[in-house]
């Protein structure tokens, strides 16, 4: 974009819709925007098929099932056209310390007491010797171990996909554009702000089209044409605490049964994915560039890549933080465009989601209010914090101390609010869900006990029981979930069965 320029104009209410980008972010909106409102809106989305997409943000969070429902979507002709399988978890392979492997998985483990959560009881079973692994109690976990699956009565079954991220954006657009949408295609040049307001007028496209809008959401991913380009809304830079700047992405061809939930494999300086889709196997390695260089990283993961590379490995480079306004005036930025952490807990794909859903909540249609747009950025910086904070768990709590990498991450002093969780935790057992906060408290406790911490006590009510009705408890539970998982078909065979993807 060469430069922006300002005329005078003002807020009204808000009829058309501009979408700029049409990566998953941009498709993902207008899907949500036309199916709910596209009878009332005017809904245009502007494109590039020269400058692309980012091209991965193939792994989710169950979330995204529950978003597919608000909109009617076919589970199985989503998964056959995006070749998709299915996520359990994630399996940490190297992270509490080299060859010691863990996995968050998206299940329940256990039953609580309301006084109580299951780990304290786990945790008494431990001290006496009557407990198994604390991922034994989980069914969503032993299935991902047992590469198994199957959807379970009464959504007993808690699973997200992994997906082909360009096959997703097709997927989308179609559904997109029956309900209403308009594509564009062109590289946004110019975009014209209101000396008045500040608000957007239009964008202009190298065809030297004009499209004007009422709101615009920013689609354009790390460019950010519009929050930050024109609207010159902030970037909150965390690499203090999250050091991976760096990626570089590789696709390969499947050479064995896809696996039901990604691998993150730690390294050195960073840490590698490996996604099995039904056709491919998508890799990358995340990285930072103050411990590893470009060539060293790509040698990493083409050395841990099975099957042939169908591609030339593609860097990516971002600064992890967020925009400290993700809504100014009338734009709004969406995906990429408002932030990044980083890809370890396949968070930004369920972050445009919720970005989404909360513009659903407060759509504009009688104008833009600035009390909605505060209340909206309010509520995505809260969002944001809770999901950095565990992120930077992953890092700084570990045994691994072999590079220097790593024994920084171990060192750093983290955010008052991580730190707390962790002492709480360490000393006490308890683990408490802020409110709105995406990862509820078992995701806590397994990647805390995962990464090597073990609480000091538990709670009394644990105490109350005896080894007898504790082993009782605690067999029942490992008992019925075995059980269960036994009579699972192979993950493989369930995807071949259900969702096949004509290729
Ligand atoms: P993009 O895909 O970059 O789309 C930007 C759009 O803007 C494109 O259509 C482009 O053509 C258009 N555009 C840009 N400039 C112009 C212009 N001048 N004119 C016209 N159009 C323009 N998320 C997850 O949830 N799970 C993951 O596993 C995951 N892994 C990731 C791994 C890495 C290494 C990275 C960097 C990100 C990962 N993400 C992941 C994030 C995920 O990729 C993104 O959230 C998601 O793809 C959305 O991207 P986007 O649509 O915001 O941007």
Redesign the pocket.
Known sequence: ?EHSKQTTGGARPVRRVVI???????WMAAACISKVLGKRLDIKL????E??????????IPTLVHFHKLLEINEQEFMAATKATFKLGISFEGWRNVKEDYIHSFGMTGTDHWTAGFQHFWHKGRERGLAGDYGDYCLELRAAQEKRFAHLPRDGMNYAYHLD?TAYARFLRQFSERHGVQRIE????DVTTSALTGHIRSITLDSGADIEGDLFID?????A?LIGQAMKVDYEDWSQWLFNDS?A?VQTMSVGEAVPY?RSIAHGFGWQ?R?PLQHRVGN?I?FSSRYAGEEQAIQALMDNVEGEALMKPRV?K?TPGQRRQVWKGNCLA????SG?LE?IE???????QRSIVRLMQMFPSDGISQSDVDEYNKQAWTEIEHIRDFIILHYHVTNRGDTPYWRDARNMDVPASLRHKIDLFRETGRVFRISNELFAENSWIQVMLGQGVMPASHHQAADLMGDIELSQFLGSIKGSIDKTVSQLPSHQQYVERYCKSPM
């Open positions: 974009m700029a980008g049409g990566g998953t972010a941009g502007i494109e590039s098929d400058i692309g997409t980012v091209g991965v943000g193939e792994a989710t991220a062109g590289k946004i040049v689609c354009t991913g790390f460019r044409l990626a992405a990604t994915w996604i990358g995340v990516i971002f969406i995906g990429l465009a990044f890809p396949s968070t930004s794909i369920h972050l445009i």
